[in-house]
């Protein structure tokens, strides 16, 4: 086997792929690592969005690469075309913590609270869009005229924002220093207020109205864009911030399109700064998804692009690695079969003899009528051998303590990763770091990727609010998810389940209710994307991220929800007990209800 991954033993130099939180990488890097998904060219358009993804999905990337002075830096047919036509230029906007904490001060008032937010909000758009005008005056190849237009555009600016004249502001370098200064010497807790132009403390992108036309006429745009405002991490807002957000959706747009990147369930108020009036989804704003699917083109090409980029940075690595799988092998057609083929052998692996293994381990019941099944390449063998394939590899890990090569290969990586950036340099990370001590042979790369799973469930328990609830109840139902999948005869089983609750259980919906929007924002649970749309329901489907299904060797398969019985709130542990046929036994777990039992 071919690994790229090999030539790093003994390496001593920088992991590349040390770095996995987009919030901190220069312009230069995210240029760099930028891979065009389909998301990413949909989002220039005139429409208010709402893009909502898990922790990790991509979405500081897709903010910030909208922008021009990004886009003016990549060789793409589509991004030459959009900043030669000037039709959408987007302003980056971070939701930054130090006035976002401000606001949460006891003892502002709620008209205070508001100004304070619309200011630094404006501020920090100010500051983004002179960042993008400079861009666009590079462009002018006079030197002469690039200086007099920076030179007069700032004078300009400066008149109609703070209504006088500043002979300080030479060129809209100075201005943004300016704006800057403000901004980092504001204090909330003063009356000062007219140290802050009366057009920072209105509706927010106040400043960019007044300003358009003046921009416009100073950089030769003849049609004034449309501003794609990309506002970042809103999922720290406070309702009046998202009050404010939802006012701009309601009104007229004035070529403004508000970008709103945010976690799961955290816009939670639709409620304008009228009250009474809401705006409404598909009608004032749109709500887009951006998570990937693991066998996604977009996540393959991504992560892809990522693992050759950052090894280019490697100096052990002098080949060029275009694919994953040259970094860490592949084992055949790097298929489950195939890791299981090299384990088990050639004889083991035939269709015909994996089909008998997977009889013989049926309830003794499902044994006898299983010669009479129509297609059984797809009624036994397609359906069971997944299950059957892993029952047989925890099987060996229990005999002491072997550690199989299954866990491995491309697919498995991404697998794991759950189409998320961020959990696939992570697990990256680490595979790089074992890599300089031992050849990445598929058994130590199954090592590596149980141990990211176990961190993974482990820091469960440090998510905010609710992460020891998750913790717990997630372990109680991986444990007896493990259960049956494992002990006793080969039952359908999966990493799917749906949780029911008593008839007249509201309250216990209400409070399970919160631990479960956390999970899903945080990536520990999946749900569709009617569910991330319109809210959980009683009768929601879920299914465990695919670490968890790693670390208790659950099959990280879908199919019928597995229906899981809760309590107050919590999933509830239940011992297993045995259910007699007329010849041998199944194992009956009372942890499910008694619909799931028969495994149809």
Same mark, same amino acid.
């Given at each position: 086997? #071919?690994?790229?991954?090999?030539?790093?033993?003994?390496? !001593?130099?920088?992991?590349?792929?040390?770095? +996995?939180?987009?919030?901190?990488?220069s312009?230069g890097?995210?240029i760099?690592?930028?891979?065009?998904?389909?998301?990413?060219?949909? =989002?220039?358009?005139?429409q208010?969005?709402?893009?909502i993804?898990?922790?990790?999905?991509?979405?500081?990337?897709?903010?910030?690469?909208?922008?021009?002075?990004?886009? +003016?830096?990549?060789?793409?047919p589509?991004?030459?075309?959009?900043?030669? @036509?000037?039709?959408?230029?987007a302003l980056?906007?971070?939701?930054?913590?130090?006035?976002?904490?401000?606001?949460?001060?006891?003892?502002?008032?709620?008209?205070?609270?508001?100004?304070?937010?619309?200011?630094?909000?404006?501020?920090?758009?100010?500051? &983004?869009?002179?960042?993008?005008?400079?861009?666009?005056?590079?462009?002018?190849?006079?030197?002469?005229?690039?200086?007099?237009?920076?030179?007069?555009?700032?004078?300009?600016?400066?008149?109609?924002?703070?209504?006088?004249? #500043?002979d300080?502001?030479?060129?809209?370098?100075?201005?943004?220093?300016?704006?800057? &200064?403000?901004?980092?010497?504001?204090?909330?807790?003063?009356?000062?207020?007219?140290?802050?132009?009366?057009?920072?403390?209105?509706?927010?992108? &106040?400043?960019?109205?007044?300003?358009?036309?003046?921009?416009?006429r100073?950089?030769?745009?003849?049609?004034?864009?449309?501003?794609?405002?990309?506002?970042?991490?809103?999922?720290?807002s406070?309702?009046?911030?998202?009050?404010?957000?939802?006012?701009?959706?309601?009104?007229?747009?004035?070529?403004?399109?508000?970008?709103?990147?945010?976690?799961?369930?955290?816009?939670?108020?639709?409620?304008?700064?009228?009250?009474?009036?809401?705006?409404?989804q598909?009608?004032?704003? !749109?709500?887009?998804?951006?998570?990937?699917?693991?066998?996604?083109? *977009?996540?393959?090409?991504?992560?892809?692009?990522?693992?050759?980029?950052?090894?280019?940075?490697?100096?052990?690595?002098e080949?060029?690695?275009?694919? =994953?799988?040259?970094?860490?092998?592949?084992?055949?057609?790097?298929?489950?079969?195939?890791?299981?083929r090299?384990?088990?052998?050639?004889?083991?692996?035939?269709?015909?003899?994996?089909?008998?293994?997977?009889?013989?381990?049926?309830?003794?019941v499902?044994?006898?009528?299983?010669?009479?099944?129509?297609?059984?390449?797809?009624?036994?063998?397609?359906?069971?051998?997944?299950?059957?394939?892993?029952?047989?590899m925890?099987?060996?890990?229990?005999?002491?303590?072997?550690?199989?090569?299954?866990?491995?290969?491309?697919?498995?990586?991404?697998?794991?990763?759950?189409?998320?950036?961020?959990?696939?340099?992570?697990?990256?990370?680490?595979?790089?770091?074992?890599?300089?001590?031992?050849?990445?042979?598929?058994?130590?790369?199954? @090592?590596?990727?149980?141990?990211?799973?176990?961190?993974?469930?482990d820091?469960?328990?440090?998510?905010?609010?609710?992460?020891?609830?998750?913790?717990?109840?997630?372990?109680?139902?991986? @444990?007896? =998810?493990?259960?049956?999948?494992?002990?006793?005869?080969l039952?359908?089983?999966?990493?799917?389940?749906?949780?029911?609750?008593?008839? *007249?259980?509201?309250m216990?919906?209400?409070?399970?209710?919160?631990? =479960?929007?956390?999970a899903?924002?945080? +990536?520990?649970?999946?749900?569709?994307? #009617?569910?991330?749309?319109?809210?959980?329901?009683? #009768?929601?489907?879920?299914?465990?991220?695919?670490?968890?299904?790693?670390?208790?060797?659950?099959p990280?398969? +879908?199919?019928?929800?597995?229906?899981?019985?809760?309590?107050?709130?919590?999933?509830?542990?239940?011992?297993?007990?045995?259910?007699?046929?007329?010849?041998?036994?199944?194992?009956?777990?009372?942890?499910?209800?008694?619909?799931?039992i028969?495994?149809?």
């Amino acid at each position: 086997m #071919d690994r790229a991954a090999d030539l790093l033993v003994g390496y !001593k130099k920088k992991n590349p792929f040390s770095d +996995s939180q987009a919030r901190d990488y220069s312009d230069g890097r995210i240029i760099s690592e930028f891979y065009p998904t389909s998301h990413f060219w949909t =989002l220039f358009n005139e429409q208010h969005e709402i893009l909502i993804g898990t922790r990790g999905s991509g979405k500081t990337f897709l903010l910030k690469m909208l922008r021009y002075s990004m886009l +003016s830096h990549i060789d793409d047919p589509e991004a030459i075309r959009i900043t030669r @036509e000037k039709k959408f230029i987007a302003l980056y906007i971070p939701m930054r913590m130090e006035f976002v904490a401000s606001l949460s001060l006891n003892s502002l008032l709620e008209e205070k609270r508001m100004e304070v937010f619309q200011s630094a909000f404006n501020f920090l758009l100010t500051e &983004s869009l002179l960042t993008e005008v400079l861009e666009i005056l590079n462009e002018i190849k006079d030197n002469y005229k690039r200086l007099i237009t920076d030179v007069r555009l700032a004078r300009d600016l400066y008149k109609i924002w703070f209504s006088s004249t #500043d002979d300080s502001i030479s060129d809209i370098f100075s201005l943004i220093t300016k704006l800057k &200064s403000l901004y980092y010497n504001y204090d909330i807790k003063s009356d000062a207020k007219n140290e802050i132009p009366m057009v920072f403390k209105r509706a927010i992108c &106040s400043p960019l109205f007044l300003a358009n036309d003046i921009i416009c006429r100073a950089l030769n745009i003849e049609e004034p864009p449309t501003w794609l405002i990309c506002i970042d991490e809103a999922e720290f807002s406070h309702e009046i911030m998202l009050k404010c957000f939802n006012s701009v959706f309601r009104s007229d747009s004035k070529k403004i399109a508000l970008k709103i990147a945010t976690l799961p369930f955290h816009y939670f108020t639709y409620e304008t700064l009228v009250p009474g009036v809401f705006a409404a989804q598909n009608n004032d704003f !749109k709500i887009k998804l951006i998570d990937l699917r693991a066998d996604d083109p *977009d996540f393959i090409s991504l992560t892809n692009g990522i693992c050759s980029q950052r090894l280019r940075e490697c100096e052990a690595i002098e080949r060029e690695v275009g694919r =994953l799988e040259d970094f860490v092998g592949m084992v055949g057609k790097d298929d489950q079969v195939d890791y299981f083929r090299a384990q088990f052998g050639e004889e083991a692996a035939r269709p015909e003899n994996i089909k008998k293994g997977i009889i013989a381990s049926f309830p003794e019941v499902r044994k006898e009528s299983a010669a009479s099944y129509k297609m059984q390449r797809k009624t036994i063998y397609d359906k069971y051998a997944p299950i059957y394939f892993l029952r047989c590899m925890y099987h060996l890990t229990r005999e002491g303590n072997y550690k199989p090569g299954w866990y491995a290969g491309g697919a498995m990586i991404r697998k794991v990763s759950q189409g998320n950036p961020r959990a696939y340099i992570q697990i990256m990370n680490d595979l790089f770091e074992r890599a300089r001590i031992r050849k990445l042979e598929p058994n130590q790369q199954h @090592e590596v990727i149980m141990e990211y799973a176990a961190n993974f469930c482990d820091a469960t328990r440090g998510l905010m609010s609710f992460g020891p609830t998750i913790h717990d109840n997630l372990t109680i139902l991986c @444990e007896n =998810l493990h259960q049956r999948t494992h002990d006793g005869a080969l039952v359908t089983t999966g990493s799917s389940f749906e949780l029911k609750y008593g008839r *007249d259980d509201e309250m216990s919906f209400a409070e399970s209710e919160k631990w =479960l929007q956390l999970a899903i924002a945080y +990536s520990r649970l999946i749900v569709c994307e #009617d569910v991330i749309k319109n809210g959980l329901r009683k #009768d929601t489907k879920y299914a465990l991220a695919n670490a968890y299904a790693v670390r208790y060797w659950i099959p990280m398969r +879908s199919g019928r929800p597995v229906p899981i019985k809760t309590f107050n709130s919590k999933i509830m542990p239940y011992k297993i007990s045995m259910k007699k046929f007329k010849e041998g036994n199944v194992i009956q777990y009372s942890l499910f209800c008694e619909e799931d039992i028969d495994d149809d």
